[in-house]
């Protein structure tokens, strides 16, 4: 069974870092790219960063390039998050998602991030 549990959320101030964790298995995690989707209270999701299977490869939203930073341990099967200079707009459920083959779209119960003073 594929599961992919985040945790690693909770409240910060503005200015302050988290760093969310994704523990998958029931998969070769290391075979698929990786992303991390976010969904603020009253609107839809919005794409956060995404990982290639090897980890060579790393993009993110500009909402979030130079704070953000995803990175991935194949050997532990787990995905990361640091997120650095939290803001208010930051406040939203992060997700870990797959983002190819088969299992494209397959996302955790999802971790909340509360950027608040």
């Known amino acids: 069974e594929v599961q992919l549990v985040e945790s690693g959320g909770g409240l910060v101030q503005p200015g302050g870092s988290l760093r969310l964790s994704c523990a998958a298995s029931?998969?070769?995690?290391?075979?698929?790219?990786m992303k991390w989707v976010r969904q603020a209270p009253g609107k839809g999701p919005e794409w956060v960063s995404t990982?290639?299977?090897?980890?060579?490869?790393?993009y993110y939203a500009d909402s979030v390039k130079g704070r953000f930073t995803i990175a991935r341990d194949n050997a532990k099967n787990t995905l990361y998050l640091q997120m650095n200079s939290l803001k208010d707009e930051d406040t939203a459920v992060y997700y870990c998602?797959?983002?190819?083959?088969?299992?494209?779209?397959?996302r955790g119960q999802g971790t909340q991030v509360t950027v608040s003073s």
């Open positions: 029931g998969f070769t995690f290391g075979y698929y790219d």
């Open positions: 990982i290639s299977s090897g980890g060579g490869n790393t």
């Open positions: 998602t797959i983002n190819s083959g088969t299992l494209k779209g397959r």
